[in-house]
């Protein structure tokens, strides 16, 4: 489920086939211009829609909680603490149905009976109708399809610590076209949030601190989901990540310029570079406005000015909460009211405002059926463009039977993913990687659970919890399983649980690490739902210091002597202070899904080389409030306050096991002038270049990182900011020259009076390999008059890797 409070799962009794209601005289086939696939999805969709009655039109918008039946049978209303008692099949399919919610994501269903269950369903709801039109079937994405049985993914973080589009692209390609396979329309994924303090639950789903970042990879996730056929849905517009103390649903914390510069622009971009076709609404209230109920967001910022004509839908009883939660609407049909002249078109999960009060409200007058007409007619033209309304659509798909939502490739794709993710730290004294010879012991809560490597909305987590008598319904292995094949001399000691207060393992633990050459401590997270876990929806820190006695189990194991690999598997960045500086490696990985522990020990065991860049930062200090590198001076260390906020480990920070050279850092086409800066046209292109070594003796991959530093302007602007960046995989005394071509507007930002704008001034180009550790500063000068941007803005540069000389790869050969 999408972000809800705790539901039950009841048992799920398939329904009996009920009788739609008598079909009325209507026009024959040829005559049913909404069946044409030759016309236009709008003009099918404007023939349609005056034929409806008010009944059928509001079934249109509103969507039903439904569990697939094992038997293949059907599907049945299901019913959740926040909803009412589940609505009679048949009164619920009377007039017609908009959506049918997590058929596969509500209890553990074997794909294929889910599918023919699925589909006997919407056979009835196109039968009930009188225009025969089939529900729009939507599922849980973000880590995989969140269906029994189907592949689990590295989590969102994950995604981000690859710095590969590309990649995401392919895992979001492999998940769309299993989700198609069984019936199924709509995802509701990517999460777009961009984290801005990491005690919040759910910075797991987020892509990483920088809105850059969060656009690109979000945009390449949007892509492989649509051109599969299914429609992406961006969550959470907007807000939802700047809840006050990190604290789920709280009221959001935000500027208007913040929110435009930080919050809003990887929507855009996944909208304007992806092509998304739904967009899911906040939870949160931005200066006392829910965003439920916010025109200015939904309609005046996503539709007038972006030219966004998909659909909005709420997310899960948001429409209530506006009653509930927010208190700005005096009941059921006032809160549909507001949604509807905001710009939500489709309520989730269930029939709830938009059910029997609504049309009642409309036909007193009390509410427009104008916004019931703008609303249908958005939810017909993608259900248009989804082939639902064509003549000779069938419910089953093709093929049902080789539906496998688990195969080779689709495995291969998330192993991929799980190398890409993993970050290494720190690396003293090239203890990784380690040796076959070498006594280890394994030591920590996490190195022996395979859920350790699972985010909160994969399959196994949001459901198979609540169904123990199933078994997960895919092959996860643990870290111990993972080295236990790599390295004969390995022991093991828990040491502690995740969470609780016993100690009483940890002299255990000590011992194991005091009597081996080296010790992998592997401490973390456990992912869950409203308090189940220690990272997930709803499971909120009050600090960053790891949960329960993981802290002083490390101090503990450190404190033996014995060179220690710190291995953090997490939902967000934890504090660890000074035993950051103690331990002689550290790895972080972010809940790297179903292949997670094989890429981890093949990093530890230097079967991979490791090249994940952090797409948060790591705070040293766990009671500082947390903060990300995307701010200006006064948010870093400053001589007007005694608390440094310095990380233990920038954005964009990440070892190899190869070494990188970085030379020749240019402005293309540039005079040599070191005293003036290199010309750039407030309204023109500059391209930049680097060439990078691989001076190392193994192939590895480099991420060139390009920030922009812009010291002079009208408000305060951040030490640095990612406009760009370049995976570059490299064999050893490889080199490869890699180009940036920047338009100005990627220098934009809002101005003084809120507009975005370019401003003439000097700025740097740095490229760097992190956030911190910058390689080489550009000086340039915007010149021309300031400019607004205007609405098609350029929203990332165009780069180009070219092979470079290629060297020696060893000191001695050079």
Not at 145 to 159: K, N
Request: charged content about 20%; proline content about 8%.
């Amino acid at each position: 489920m999408t972000d809800q409070l705790p539901v039950t799962h009841p048992a799920v009794q398939p329904p009996a086939a009920q009788p739609g209601p008598a079909a009325q005289p209507g026009p024959a086939i040829d005559a049913q211009p909404w069946r044409d696939s030759a016309l236009p999805p709008d003009r099918r969709a404007d023939a349609l829609l005056p034929l409806m009655s008010l009944e059928e039109k509001i079934a249109q918008l509103v969507g039903v909680w439904v569990g697939a039946d094992a038997s293949g049978a059907g599907v049945a209303p299901h019913q959740s603490d926040l909803a009412s008692d589940p609505p009679e099949w048949g009164e619920v399919i009377r007039h017609g149905l908009g959506q049918l919610t997590r058929p596969f994501g509500t209890a553990p269903v074997d794909p294929v009976h889910g599918a023919r269950s699925l589909a006997a369903s919407q056979a009835e709801i196109a039968a009930a109708s009188r225009f025969g039109i089939p529900a729009q079937v939507h599922e849980e994405c973000l880590t995989g399809f969140a269906a029994w049985r189907a592949t689990v993914y590295p989590a969102p973080l994950s995604w981000g610590a690859t710095f590969d589009p590309e990649l995401v692209q392919e895992m979001a390609g492999r998940i769309g076209r299993s989700m198609r396979a069984a019936g199924v329309h709509q995802g509701l994924a990517p999460v777009l949030d961009v984290t801005r303090d990491y005690r919040w639950g759910r910075t797991e789903e987020t892509i990483g601190e920088d809105p850059f970042l969060v656009g690109t990879v979000g945009a390449a996730y949007v892509r492989g989901l649509e051109r599969a056929g299914v429609v992406a849905t961006l969550k959470h517009f907007a807000g939802y990540s700047t809840s006050r103390g990190g604290r789920n649903l709280a009221p959001a914390q935000v500027g208007r310029r913040e929110l435009a510069e930080v919050i809003l622009p990887p929507f855009e971009m996944a909208l304007r570079l992806g092509g998304a076709r739904s967009v899911m609404n906040s939870y949160a209230e931005i200066d006392g406005v829910p965003v439920a109920a916010d025109g200015s967001l939904l309609t005046g910022l996503l539709r007038d000015e972006w030219g966004f004509t998909g659909t909005v839908v709420a997310d899960y009883f948001a429409v209530r909460f506006l009653e509930t939660l927010h208190g700005v609407a005096a009941g059921a049909p006032d809160a549909a009211r507001l949604a509807l002249t905001a710009g939500i078109d489709v309520e989730l999960p269930t029939v709830d405002t938009f059910g029997p009060e609504l049309v009642a409200a409309v036909r007193a007058g009390t509410v427009d059926e104008a916004l019931v007409d703008r609303a249908l007619r958005r939810v017909l033209i993608q259900k248009i463009e989804l082939g639902l309304l064509d003549d000779g659509w069938q419910p089953l798909p093709p093929q049902v039977e080789q539906v496998r939502l688990d195969d080779e490739r689709s495995r291969d794709v998330a192993l991929r993913l799980a190398r890409e993710c993993v970050v290494l730290l720190r690396n003293r004294a090239e203890l990784l990687p380690l040796t076959v010879h070498q006594r280890i012991a394994l030591v920590g809560p996490v190195a022996d659970d395979p859920m350790a490597m699972l985010g909160c909305y994969s399959f196994p987590l949001h459901v198979g919890v609540h169904h123990p008598d199933h078994e997960t319904g895919v092959e996860i292995a643990s870290l111990r399983a993972a080295l236990d094949r790599l390295f004969p001399k390995l022991s093991y000691a828990p040491g502690c649980a995740v969470t609780g207060d016993d100690t009483s393992g940890i002299a255990a633990a000590v011992s194991a690490a005091a009597a081996a050459d080296v010790c992998v401590l592997a401490v973390g997270d456990r992912a869950g739902l409203f308090g189940r876990g220690t990272s997930g929806e709803g499971c909120d820190a009050v600090d960053l210091r790891l949960p329960g006695v993981q802290a002083d189990l490390v101090r503990a194991v450190l404190d033996t002597g014995t060179p220690v690999v710190l291995v953090l598997l997490t939902g967000r960045p934890y504090a660890l202070g000074a035993e950051y500086d103690r331990a002689a490696a550290v790895v972080q990985a972010f809940f790297p899904g179903q292949r997670g522990a094989r890429a981890l020990a093949e990093v530890l065991a230097g079967l991979v080389n490791p090249s994940g860049r952090l797409p948060v930062s790591v705070p040293r200090d766990a009671g500082g409030l947390p903060g990300t590198y995307l701010g200006p001076t006064l948010t870093h260390r400053s001589k007007v306050s005694s608390v440094d906020p310095t990380p233990a480990f920038p954005f964009g920070h990440g070892l190899s096991y190869t070494t990188f050279e970085w030379s020749a850092a240019a402005v293309s086409g540039a005079a040599a002038r070191p005293d003036a800066p290199a010309p750039w046209a407030v309204d023109g292109e500059v391209t930049v270049e680097i060439t990078v070594h691989n001076t190392g003796s193994r192939a590895g991959a480099e991420v060139v990182q390009l920030y922009l530093h812009d010291p002079v302007a009208q408000t305060t602007r951040p030490r640095v900011r990612l406009i760009g960046y370049a995976r570059v995989p490299l064999a050893a005394g490889e080199a490869a020259r890699v180009s940036f071509t920047v338009s100005a507007d990627l220098a934009s930002f809002p101005g003084r009076h809120g507009r975005r704008i370019v401003e003439p001034g000097d700025v740097e180009l740095r490229f760097g390999r992190s956030s911190a550790e910058l390689v080489a500063a550009l000086p340039l000068r915007l010149v021309g008059a300031e400019r607004d941007t205007g609405p098609h803005r350029r929203l990332e540069p165009s780069v180009r890797v070219e092979p470079a000389s290629t060297l020696p790869h060893t000191a001695e050969e050079r």
